[in-house]
């Protein structure tokens, strides 16, 4: 089992819709968690940290499960700039390492 | 400009040749990471230090990659004998975690690889 899986996509949507995408991972330790998102050929970007309360950035909303171990990103009124690869990330405690998910590629249209 | 810088860009190499890639990271932060990305896929871990000392480096990573973090300051990558498969964006990242906070990663733009 990958230790933080994400569903590929891509998820085509339209201007103004909400999108949702999910995250599990595998260490129940993990303690960090992050979505990223990733523009084409352009290095990955700190989005939002995901915190066990649930936290909202604008029309961006991330929720974090840790009884079934995933986290989710929730998207508002998309817009064309939304376009994009959302990577889901997580750290464990100590000295581990970070771990980053295959990503969800997300196309808004017009 | 005080993030995270890589060099080269590009490199363009042939196949059985070495190669080394560079990454200053931002100044205060303790934490160095190198990942690999290819089209279509997340950032793959290779290595991280902390520090000078290297904690961990991906068991799928060939002998032929080297990494060093003289100083605790910047690090290089070295890949010996390139094969094609080496191909891909090799991202540098850095933080700066004390504690249990929550560790969050400033990416350089990364160097392209390509062997030919």
């Known amino acids: 089992r990958k230790e933080v899986e994400q569903d590929p996509g891509p998820f085509n949507v339209p201007e103004g819709a909400t999108v949702a995408f999910n995250c599990t991972y595998s260490?129940?330790?993990?303690?960090?968690f992050f979505w990223y998102r990733q523009d084409c050929r352009k290095e990955p970007k700190l989005l939002m940290s995901v915190y066990s309360s649930g936290n909202e950035d604008g029309r961006f909303t991330a929720q974090l499960n840790r009884a079934s171990q995933y986290i989710s990103l929730l998207i508002r009124d998309s817009k064309l700039s939304d376009s994009a690869t959302y990577l889901c990330v997580v750290s464990g405690g100590g000295y581990q390492k970070v771990t980053f998910g295959i990503g969800t590629k997300l196309q808004v249209i017009p | 400009d005080t993030g995270v810088s890589q060099n080269p860009r590009h490199k363009i190499t042939k196949r059985g040749q070495n190669v080394t890639f560079r990454c200053d990271p931002i100044?205060?932060?303790?934490?160095l990471y190198w990942y690999r990305q290819t089209l279509g896929q997340g950032p793959e871990f290779l290595t991280y230090?902390?520090?000078?000392?290297?904690?961990?480096k991906s068991r799928l990573l060939s002998d032929r990659f080297s990494a060093e973090r003289p100083k605790g300051s910047f690090s290089t990558l070295e890949i010996q004998r390139t094969e094609q498969g080496d191909s891909a964006m090799y991202l540098c990242?850095?933080?700066?975690?004390?504690?249990?906070?929550?560790?969050?990663?400033?990416f350089g733009s990364g160097t392209q690889l390509s062997v030919l």
């Open positions: 230090f902390q520090n000078e000392a290297q904690l961990e």
């Open positions: 260490n129940s330790a993990s303690q960090s």
């Open positions: 990242a850095s933080s700066s975690r004390t504690g249990q906070q929550n560790e969050k990663l400033f």
């Open positions: 100044s205060e932060h303790n934490r």
